[in-house]
Antibody
Framework: QLQLQESGPRLVEASQTLSLTCAVS?????????WSWIRQSPGKGLEWIGY???????YYNPSFQSRVTISDDGSKRQFSLKLTSVTAADTAVYFC??????????WGQGIQVTVAS | QSALTQPASVSGSPGQSITISCTGT?????????VSWYQQYPGKAPRLILY???KRPSGISDRFSGSKSGNTASLTISGLRAEDEAVYYC??????????FGGGSLLTVL
């Protein structure tokens, strides 16, 4: 059974960089899977941030293009999100997820991140 | 602003069927059969219930079904149960290696 677990600072100062990590355990991390970050602002819907392909290539939501970096550690058992120059609008629950053929088949439980102004 | 348009809320009585629509454009739903649906309970992570328009992951009840016509995808839940009360999100490949979500539909079981 695949498990994903987000971790990182839950409070980030405005204008600083939000950094989160997703640890992957159990299940398959074989080629064909990609890994993604999605967020959900308070009382709002889901927003795709971006993903990293099994090849290492990255693709981002244009809304975040200039501020976001998704990377992995090479083992496919851990991948990370960095979002720079954060504002209060970046306060959200951040989810990591496994991606197969453009759908999210496994999700982490999510981590609440608050940006303090 | 969401890439895809869903009704904010839908409701139905136990045993009935309901349908939630998800409207996109010629560039996303109209072109790709890459629509997925997610169920989310308050305070929980979303759960995949349909992918590639109408395929169910293992363990998902056959009461959940999906379809697509033109630029609109639909999720139908038959034999409605109290446990189906949740928020449902559609998602589609929108081209350019990007994905977009609908705004979510709150299902209320009366």
């Amino acid at each position: 059974q695949l498990q994903l677990q987000e971790s990182g600072p839950r409070l980030v100062e405005a204008s600083q960089t939000l950094s989160l990590t997703c640890a992957v355990s159990g299940g398959s991390v074989s080629r064909g899977y990609s890994w993604s970050w999605i967020r959900q602002s308070p009382g709002k819907g889901l927003e795709w941030i971006g993903y990293i392909y099994h090849t290492g290539g990255t693709y981002y939501n244009p809304s975040f293009q200039s501020r976001v970096t998704i990377s992995d550690d090479g083992s496919k058992r851990q991948f990370s999100l960095k979002l720079t120059s954060v504002t209060a609008a970046d306060t959200a629950v951040y989810f990591c997820a496994r991606v197969l053929r453009q759908f999210f088949d496994s999700w982490g439980q999510g981590i609440q991140v608050t940006v303090a102004s | 602003q969401s890439a895809l348009t869903q009704p904010a809320s839908v409701s139905g009585s136990p045993g009935q069927s309901i349908t939630i629509s998800c409207t996109g454009t010629n560039s996303d739903i109209g072109t790709y059969d890459l629509v997925s649906w997610y169920q989310q309970y308050p305070g929980k992570a979303p759960r995949l219930i349909l992918y590639e328009v109408n395929k169910r992951p293992s363990g998902i009840s056959d009461r959940f079904s999906g379809s697509k016509s033109g630029n609109t995808a639909s999720l139908t839940i038959s034999g409605l149960r109290a446990e189906d009360e949740a928020v449902y999100y559609c998602c589609s490949y929108v081209g350019g290696s990007s994905l977009g979500f609908g705004g979510g539909s709150l299902l209320t079981v009366l």
